[in-house]
């Protein structure tokens, strides 16, 4: 047998590039470790990180429970440390660059091939994105792995596989509900275009149930509350930026330089290539489920969990079908790397600029999070001020879960020990306790709160109010204070 391949029972594949992949992953993943205790906590870290630390439950209005449980784990272990908090989605980052070599080798593709897309997938905005721990981070790593057990299907045929997919599935699930959209395209696509044997294979659907048992906790919660995830639909639907913002946001997620040529070609060989016609399924559902995201209004982050095939696509095609193209790919890759790099808070926070024409720099992320320290104490210093009296019966309302989770993850310092609000998830958390008859106010609109309480006092001109003689119980004041 030689070095470069290795014979298994249903044929031949290549050899697994596992020195160069691996520090291409370990790069990046470098990458992100050594930025990752910049520059403070996002608005989403510390929202997940008080429901999962503070409100552990098996569901909440706008996610599964997965991604609040680990990072408020995290946070217990590891109190106050952003490289802790974020080593997990660090670690899938890194993660993604390996699996995405491995479709690569299922796909044919050799050692070149094989880096080729792990460096693709190093300098893609999936690792800009993932200096944060969120749902949107960790999913694509799962829908990456999803993709190389449905590729290894096709090859090997070995239907274990897919019990595995659906163990990755019934995970996937506890991240995000975007999952059943890969899986209904597939299968459709498989069923119209080949191999129509997937939808046949017992295996497949033993997967399915172990993903459907192991979500029922999570789908009894939702009901419990009236599914409050279906009113999280309407809210994306709210903000969607338009179809061309859509578009273009979602193909730049590939990797400004070399990833959006990569991915755009990757899908014209998995929907039109001769050699790709046993993924051509794949493919096509990938296309679909751009369109399907697209007129469901969907967020172009959705596109993170695709990249790695058409990635994998393009590498294989490339190597095979351009003459000396180490010569092309190489620089190409490298300046992708350094618009990836500079893309991560590498950067002083007191750097003004936050981009070059298309390239944002790394210093955007501190406009998202050091903000908010400076806000909690606005709040935090007014609330410590206040006589020790009215304090007790003083509760801190925001208008935003983003306020609410910043304060609540800031204000111990200042004696705040608990933030309410109505807004999203945060209305599902507690109500304020019926000794509070007062209400310190942070957000925008101070018409909020003002039907319910007797006097209202500017506290921060456009910030910050205090209301005083609540008007009625909080358990009737409460459920007119739920907003999405």
């Known amino acids: 047998m030689s070095n470069a391949t290795q014979t298994v029972r249903t044929g031949q594949v290549r050899a697994f590039a596992r020195l160069p992949v691996l520090v291409v992953a370990a790069l990046a993943g470098a990458a992100l470790l050594a930025t990752s205790g910049r520059y403070a906590h996002g608005f989403d870290e510390l929202y997940f990180l008080i429901a999962g630390r503070d409100h552990l439950a098996w569901g909440y209005f706008d996610q599964p ?4 449980a680990l990072a408020g784990a995290m946070d217990s272990l590891f109190p106050g440390s952003l490289v802790a908090l974020r080593l997990p989605v660090t670690l899938a980052a890194a993660g993604g660059v390996v699996v995405t070599a491995l479709i690569t080798r299922e796909l044919g593709g050799g050692r070149g091939a094989q880096v080729l897309a792990a460096g693709l997938y190093a300098t893609s905005g999936v690792i800009i994105a993932s200096h944060w721990i969120g749902t949107y981070i960790l999913d694509p790593f799962l829908w990456t792995v999803l993709a190389w057990l449905v590729v290894r299907w096709v090859r090997t045929r070995r239907d274990g596989l897919l019990v595995w997919a659906g163990v990755v599935t019934a995970v996937s699930l506890q991240t995000k509900f975007l999952v059943p959209a ?17 939808v046949r294979r017992p295996k497949l659907w033993l997967g399915a149930g172990i993903a459907v048992v192991a979500t029922i906790p999570t789908l009894l919660w939702q009901a419990k509350n009236g599914w409050p995830y279906l009113i999280m639909n309407d809210v994306v639907k709210a903000e969607f930026p338009g179809t061309l913002a859509f578009l273009r946001d979602g193909v730049l997620g590939a990797g400004v330089g070399a990833g959006v040529l990569a991915f755009l070609y990757g899908l014209v060989l998995l929907t039109g290539s001769r050699r790709m016609r046993d993924h051509r399924f794949l493919g096509v559902a990938i296309v679909a489920l751009i369109v399907a995201f697209l007129l469901s209004h969907g967020r172009s982050y959705y ?3 695709v990249y790695a095939l058409p990635f994998a696509a393009a590498a294989t095609g490339f190597v095979k079908h351009v003459p000396r ?16 790099l500079v ?9 003004a600029r936050t981009s070059v024409g298309p390239v944002n720099l ?4 501190a406009g998202g999070e050091l903000p908010q320290q400076e806000l909690v104490k606005a709040v935090g210093e007014t609330y410590a001020a206040l006589p020790p009296e009215q304090r007790a019966r003083t509760a801190v309302y925001a208008e935003i879960y983003p306020f609410a989770a910043a304060t609540e993850f800031y204000g111990p310092r200042y004696g705040v020990e608990h933030v309410y609000s109505g807004h999203r998830g945060y209305w599902y958390f507690d109500k304020p306790p019926e000794t509070a008859d007062s209400v310190l106010f942070l957000g925008f609109d101070p018409e909020l709160l003002r039907p319910y309480f007797a006097e209202v006092t500017p506290v921060v001109e456009g910030l910050l109010w205090r209301y005083d003689g609540r008007r009625g119980s909080w358990d009737e004041l409460w459920p007119k204070l739920e907003r999405h």
Do not use: D
């Open 65 to 68: 429970p997965l991604v609040p």
């Open 325 to 340: 193209w180490r010569l092309v790919a190489w620089p190409v890759l490298v300046l992708s790397a350094v618009i990836t």
């Open 343 to 351: 893309g991560l808070p590498i950067f002083p926070a007191s750097m």
């Open 303 to 305: 596109l993170m969990g």
């Open 182 to 198: 890969f899986w209904a395209l597939v299968l459709v696509s498989a069923l119209v275009i080949g191999p129509r044997e997937l």
């Open 362 to 365: 790394g210093t955007a992320f």
